[in-house]
Nanobody
Framework: VQLQAFGGGLVQAGGSLRLSCVASGRLYSSSVLGWFRQAPGKEREFVAATRWNDNRTYYADSVKGRFTISKDRAKNTVYLQMNSLKPEDTAVYYC???????????????WGQGTLVTVSS
């Protein structure tokens, strides 16, 4: 499965962006699709994840209430709606596939190329 993430850009603090991650190939029911981010000089960190076969979602505390992960199975696409963006949200955002759910990026074996999100103050 190949993953392609896009939708990043430059936005002012308080603004919104929606990231998309398109998967080419079959996603099995046990798959977990996640979003991670990596700021310069920092380790890659978990942002949000969703199970492909049900509606369970998971979020990092730092984005709860601001970010929403969703999916469109017909389009093999996972979205990350990001609202009330803060400068500290600035990072390269990656989508990834793994199984089972984990917040550790090392548990995910398929990665998209990343899309840069820059939030200006």
């Amino acid at each position: 499965v190949q993953l392609q993430a896009f939708g990043g850009g430059l936005v002012q603090a308080g603004g919104s962006l929606r990231l998309s991650c398109v998967a080419s190939g079959r996603l099995y029911s046990s798959s977990v699709l996640g979003w991670f981010r990596q700021a310069p000089g920092k380790e890659r960190e978990f942002v949000a994840a969703t199970r492909w076969n049900d509606n369970r979602t998971y979020y990092a505390d730092s984005v709860k209430g601001r970010f929403t992960i969703s999916k469109d199975r017909a389009k093999n696409t996972v979205y990350l709606q990001m609202n009330s963006l803060k400068p500290e949200d600035t990072a390269v955002y990656y989508c990834a596939k793994g199984s089972p759910y984990d917040t550790n990026f090392r548990a995910y074996n398929n990665w998209g190329q990343g899309t840069l999100v820059t939030v200006s103050s």
